[in-house]
């Protein structure tokens, strides 16, 4: 199988472009709308019913309390082997003794026709100690990467992947503003699992271009550019298929099960999981790449290594070209080779006839 040629590193600015536009629209997102956070981080208003009716599901009282006014809803059931003997449906929290309470109070009475209803309220259950203590673990959980990568790699490769890591995060981030999913901590988890669905494809990259580091050479042979255009162009097709087997699974939770079935409190899980796959072999490919390569090439070795490579495609450093039949559509029309710094590609154009 012929191994795919793309140039990655010099179609950079195009995928750059791109991800500033989806960083900005998540930005412009969260400013205008901001996040819808889930009564684990705001506390809400709390409904336990008891003795209901046998058929009752919880799509039925979700569907009530929304049409009567509520948002952020989320309703369980609760069982007793095979029977329904009760149900709990939190929500955002309503006032006390408003119209919304009393509309919202009365349809979920009338769906559950339950006998006896318990209304409380609930405190932020994810609280700004426990988001702390996530943060934390998270600056944690970037340092021991940079470490891991520096040794067994490169720094510069760190660097790359910890970019790669918070451009996932900060799209993800943003995709649930522009759609307005409500954030709870299904979402922070899904979150943290893509860190490392993301890691793992872009260490797979590096690797690579570890393991092909010893076709540079000497000077003049090759550039990091080219290194990890062909080394990311290797292992292209893994990564493909490794991302397609992992996201459809996850397509099927997020449009079969929560919206064909019902399922919703799957929907902030396999939302976050759905984009972060996505973006995360994106940025794997098109970002930490070209990242490492743009560091790489401020290096003076590597300005050097570029220049001489540049001057042997064009013939100046003893390495001419060797002449071409008489007759030949060569010798009548000679092809000169220009090198683009930076970017790892080469350009052959054919000369006009003299």
Do not use: C
């Not at 109070?105 to 309220?121: I, N």
């Not at 943060?135 to 992947?161: G, P, T």
């Amino acid at each position: 199988m012929r191994t795919p040629q793309y140039d990655f590193v010099g179609s950079a600015r195009k995928w750059a472009v791109l991800s500033a536009v989806l960083l900005l629209a998540g930005i412009v997102s969260i400013g205008l709308r901001g996040l819808d956070l889930s009564i684990e981080f705001t506390g809400g208003t709390a409904y336990t019913f008891v003795d209901v009716r046998d058929d009752l599901t919880s799509q039925q009282l979700r569907a009530a309390a929304i049409d009567a006014g509520a948002r952020d809803v989320i309703a369980q059931l609760q069982l007793d082997g095979e029977d329904v003997v009760g149900a709990i449906v939190r929500m955002e929290a309503l006032e006390p003794g408003g119209d919304t309470a009393d509309a919202v109070r009365a349809a979920l009475v009338d769906t559950a026709d339950a006998g006896d209803v318990l209304e409380d309220f609930v405190g932020p259950t994810w609280g700004a100690r426990i988001t702390s203590q996530a943060l934390q673990a998270l600056a944690v959980f970037l340092v021991v990467i940079v470490l891991y990568i520096s040794l067994r790699l490169e720094f510069k490769m760190a660097i790359a992947a910890v970019v790669a890591l918070l451009h996932d995060l900060a799209i993800t981030i943003g995709v649930y503003a522009m759609v307005g999913f409500s954030v709870s901590p299904a979402t922070v988890i899904a979150l943290l699992t893509i860190l490392g669905y993301s890691l793992y494809d872009t260490v797979v990259v590096f690797d690579r271009v570890r393991e092909n580091a010893v076709s540079l050479g000497d000077p003049g042979r090759r550039t990091y550019a080219e290194l990890v255009n062909s080394s990311t162009n290797e292992v292209l097709m893994r990564s493909i298929n490794t991302s397609v087997t992992s996201v459809l699974p996850v397509a099927a939770l997020l449009f079969i099960g929560a919206r064909a079935f019902g399922a919703s409190t799957l929907e902030d899980l396999a939302l976050a999981l759905f984009v972060g796959m996505i973006v995360g072999v994106y940025s794997s490919l098109f970002i930490a790449g070209p990242v490492f390569s743009w560091l790489k090439s401020r290096e003076p070795a590597e300005q050097r290594r570029i220049a001489k490579v540049a001057r042997t495609d064009a013939g100046e450093d003893g390495a001419a070209p060797a002449a071409a039949p008489a007759g030949s559509p060569e010798a009548r029309a000679p092809i000169t080779t220009e090198y683009v710094r930076g970017t790892g590609s080469r350009k052959k154009r054919r000369g006009k006839r003299r």
